[in-house]
């Protein structure tokens, strides 16, 4: 699956691994069971690891161990099941987290400005048309109402710093 | 009212060029209906029985006149001649070409609007109490928090893809026009003892198939953690908020099922972590807002204005009219009235292209240039001089727009129904239409006195029966149109869920069977009696009695 990461087509470092798979060498995601299951084993392997959560896993359920993680991927069951948006804001904003925040699943151009804005920086997509829309779709609205996670200045701070007319 | 700047313009003018885009991707098959109907939904773009159907938001109900003259104009140029004001106090064209929204949205654009999030599961238009700003029982105009949150909400990255969408409400009376209790989130102004303004803040409500009346989760929130703590609401929502039943997804499930104790406590949690981030309203911007929805220039008058007392004793039609269409003022001197969009026989809530050119002439002459949109499908002028009345009533009688049935029987909200949603198991305005024509006598309608009649065409409620004191809803019983009828339902501060009074009624008896309760609540009610009052002294089982006796 194509990568986008920092708006461009990115090398995927990271293997993601199901429960089934045989542990490899080199930077791997695994799901919150295996995590669960295997903490001490996959810790002594002294690798990068990620972790993989379902749209019904919040990552409080991992955030005592974030400093562990140099990658958390959040699923998209549908576009439509938009629970990791708020997980995305968590993370970044609650937990403080710095590593990989990577989209998975239902990922579509018209959700990249979305995504990025809740703290997404790293998108799993179908095909490489996405990756040459990437530019427009997260510059096409150029005003923001809300703080989010990424570094658009909202409006309202913008309106405070203008000058006095 | 409020006025764009920089950057709302800029918002508007690039999500028109997103959407155009969007479209032409869907002509050019680049998009497949399925992929492109998420896109058209967030912006209000439905694909109805015949046609597709465009929603534009109406935020909070306020429309200055050039904004009424514009929707005159698309009605003309891009639909067939009119257009249909809704509960939600939006308006909908019904016959819009897919290649030529981009080009009504841009239209909309010149004049301030737009019709982002008009669908979709996100965070719909916020609505009001029509009377904002005029009405005399108001703490402060909820309309400058229905802005703040309007710009909040718009394009929210997290809240765009809620479980389901998500309507909010906020008035600042105590008497209850915007229905705050039957909505995902209601706000009503609140002063607490020190004497600050705030919101008491109930979630949960909402009518559709599971009528629930909303619980007050906090007593008293200081205005500069609005959105702090909307924000908080919203994020529990999202993450816990069922999302494998579309029937089940609205937050009042979620509220009942966690209870309001529970919910309110993660509420809490959440909001403890944001009330102090970069959410908090400073207060100069709520006075920035403010600043905008100042009063007009009112004239100091005098509140008794003898030449209007003159007319409404000479000329009985005005006198009624004014009974039931004109609202006292805060102003001394002025008047509130109400335009109904309720004429015998006609679907409520539709007003041709001609009409809206003339209430936009009316407004510039008579009421400081602003209209307002009721959740009652109605328009309202808020700033009139009394001294103008009678010749506002006059022009409004040349359009067809004098109708004094505000709040009579015949003021009934209707959803669109079989004859254009595809939802429908019934016709809605057919029945609406067939009932104004039963009781098109006026004095008799005056004498039934304040009655809310509501029609749904199918349990998603969009017509609110719900909440009405008579309510119908369309059911499909073997491939035919029946209604099943509840009684005693209200809106306002004194929210009750009708019950149903018991079988239901075909498409040729509903009629008979609502003359049926309304005579037998003539019958039965004291002096001075509401309809209301009387349901709630002696229940169902009168009616009962007289609907089913021959049965």
């Known amino acids: 699956m194509p990568l986008i990461k920092e708006g461009v087509l990115a090398e995927d470092s990271w293997q993601s691994l199901a429960d089934e798979d045989e542990l490899r060498e080199g930077p791997i995601v695994v799901t919150l069971e295996r995590w669960q299951s295997e903490r001490d084993s996959l810790l002594a392997r002294n690798t990068p690891l990620g972790v993989r959560l379902r749209s019904d896993q919040s990552p409080a359920l991992v955030a005592e161990d974030l400093e562990r993680f140099g990658l958390v991927a959040l699923e998209f069951p549908k576009f439509n099941d938009g629970r990791a948006y708020s997980y995305a804001r968590l993370l970044r904003d609650r937990y403080g987290f710095k590593g990989e925040v990577r989209a998975v699943g239902g990922v579509f151009r018209d959700q990249f400005l979305l995504m990025q804005r809740c703290g997404f920086d790293a998108f799993e997509v179908a095909d490489k048309a996405a990756v040459e829309a990437w530019e427009k779709a997260i510059s096409e609205i150029s005003v923001t109402y809300q703080p989010g996670a990424d570094a658009r200045r909202p409006a309202l701070a913008l309106r405070r710093n203008r000058p006095a007319a | 009212m409020y006025r764009y700047d920089e950057f709302d313009h800029t918002l508007v003018t690039e999500r028109v060029h997103q959407f155009r885009d969007q479209v032409e991707r869907r002509l050019s098959g680049e998009l497949t209906e399925d992929q492109f109907k998420p896109l058209r939904l967030m912006n209000g773009l439905y694909l109805q029985l015949h046609a597709y159907m465009l929603r534009v938001a109406v935020p909070y109900g306020t429309l200055s006149s050039t904004q009424m003259r514009k929707l005159a104009y698309i009605a003309r140029r891009y639909d067939k001649g009119y257009g249909h004001f809704t509960t939600r106090q939006n308006i909908q064209f019904n016959w819009p070409k897919l290649e030529e929204t981009p080009d009504i949205l841009a239209e909309l654009a010149e004049v301030e609007m737009h019709a982002i999030q008009t669908s979709g599961n996100c965070i719909r238009n916020t609505t009001s109490d029509q009377f904002a700003g005029a009405a005399a029982d108001e703490i402060e105009d909820p309309r400058v928090y229905c802005e703040i949150i309007r710009q909040w909400s718009t394009l929210h990255p997290e809240f765009t893809f809620l479980p389901r969408k998500f309507k909010i409400a906020v008035t600042g009376a105590d008497h209850d026009r915007a229905a705050v209790r039957v909505h995902d989130i209601g706000l009503q102004m609140r002063r607490n003892e020190a004497g600050e303004v705030g919101f008491e803040v109930i979630v949960g409500g ?46 009042k499930i979620l509220v009942r099922s966690e209870g309001i104790e529970n919910f309110a406590r993660l509420v ?284």
């Open chain 2, 206 to 251: 909402g009518l559709g198939r599971t009528p629930v009346i909303g619980q007050t989760i906090r007593e008293f929130l200081p205005k500069q953690h609005l959105l702090s703590y909307l924000e908080a609401i919203l994020r529990v929502y999202n993450q816990l908020g069922r999302r494998d039943n579309l029937y089940k997804a609205r937050i």
């Open chain 2, 268 to 551: 809490e949690e959440e909001w403890s972590h944001i009330k102090d981030s970069a959410l908090q309203l400073p207060e100069d911007e709520i006075t920035r807002i403010e600043t905008y929805f100042a009063p007009p220039r009112y004239e100091r008058l005098e509140d008794t204005v003898r030449e209007f007392e003159v007319k409404r004793f000479e000329d009985r039609d005005f006198a009624s009219w004014v009974r039931t269409n004109v609202t006292a003022h805060k102003e001394p001197g002025y008047a509130v009235a109400t335009i109904s969009l309720k004429p015998t026989g006609k679907p409520p809530g539709d007003a041709s292209a001609w009409q809206m050119d003339a209430v936009a002439d009316l407004a510039e002459s008579y009421s400081f240039s602003e209209i307002r949109v009721t959740h009652e499908q109605n328009l309202v002028l808020p700033n009139v001089r009394k001294a103008d009345l009678y010749a506002l009533w006059q022009s409004l009688r040349d359009v067809e727009l004098a109708t004094p049935n505000a709040g009579l029987l015949s003021d009934m909200i209707a959803c669109p129904g079989l004859d254009y949603c595809n939802l429908a198991n019934a016709r809605s305005i057919p029945v609406a239409q067939r009932i104004s024509e039963r009781f098109s006598d006026l004095e008799r309608q005056h004498d039934i006195g304040s009655l809310k009649i509501k029609i749904s065409g199918c349990i998603n409620a969009c017509g609110h029966h719900h909440v009405g004191h008579i309510g119908l809803l369309g059911v499909d019983k073997k491939g035919e149109e029946f209604y099943q009828i509840t009684l005693g339902g209200s809106a306002d501060e004194n929210t009750a869920i009708g019950k149903i009074v018991g079988p239901a009624f075909s498409y040729d008896d509903v009629v008979d069977a609502v003359e049926k309760i309304v005579d037998t609540y003539l019958n039965i009610r004291s002096e001075d009696e509401e309809f209301s009052d009387t349901f709630r002294r002696v229940g169902l089982t009168p009616f009962k009695e007289t609907l089913y006796a021959a049965h």
